[in-house]
């Protein structure tokens, strides 16, 4: 999904690290509130003809349940696919973070995501400071909760990676971080999408640190 992710925009898609702590004003800290999907879109997929969606069993798994939701509300969701693309857009929004790219960002967040993530680049730059972020190996990536809130799906993924992160003033030393130090970091996302939307894409809707 996101090999389709990164050529079109996404096709799905990214807290707090354990181990290394973030520069000041990290957007990572955060918990901002998840916003819903873009839904002005209200295309509908229907069923094929003659088939009928199973009910979901409430004595289920809750993530088999949530996940059975979603795939009720659009049948071309593929739980796999979704976390593959995952991990590039994770990658990808972590990369744009450090290096301050605001263009290719703002799709792929939330307007209070988007928000959040800003004001760190913006302080970093009041600062005269750069973030450099090698990301090493994604360890893993894997869906914690699924769930369906009207026509908007939910999922958050934990991503389990190894980053070194160095943060430098103008003068190129670094105030923060060691370029010598790989640090397993542990960030959880939650993504939303409209499922009544023909636009593909995810949004990420939220960060948190793990407990």
Not at 159 to 173: C, L, P, S, W, Y
């Amino acid at each position: 999904m996101i090999a389709a992710f990164l050529v079109l925009r996404l096709r799905s898609v990214l807290g707090r690290r354990t181990g290394h702590e973030r520069p000041p004003g990290d957007p990572y800290s955060a918990k901002p509130k998840a916003e819903r999907a873009d839904n002005s879109d209200r295309v509908v997929a229907l069923p094929k003809r003659g088939e009928a969606p199973k009910p979901v069993d409430a004595s289920a798994d809750p993530l088999e349940a949530g996940l059975t939701q979603i795939r009720i509300a659009d049948n071309n969701f593929d739980p796999d696919e979704f976390a593959q693309g995952a991990k590039s857009a994770f990658e990808m929004i972590v990369n744009s973070y450090a290096s301050g790219d605001r263009e290719t960002l703002r799709p792929l967040l939330s307007d209070e995501v988007y928000d959040n993530f800003g004001r760190a680049i913006d302080e970093r730059a009041a600062n005269k400071h750069t973030l450099e972020t090698t990301l090493v190996a994604v360890r893993s990536s894997d869906i914690l909760e699924a769930s369906m809130d009207g026509r908007v799906a939910f999922l958050t993924v934990k991503f389990v990676t190894e980053q070194i992160n160095v943060t430098r003033d103008d003068k190129g030393e670094v105030v923060d971080g060691d370029t010598s130090q790989v640090a397993t970091v542990t960030d959880i996302w939650t993504f939303a999408r409209n499922t009544r939307s023909r636009n593909p894409n995810w949004t990420l809707v939220a960060t948190e640190a793990p407990n």
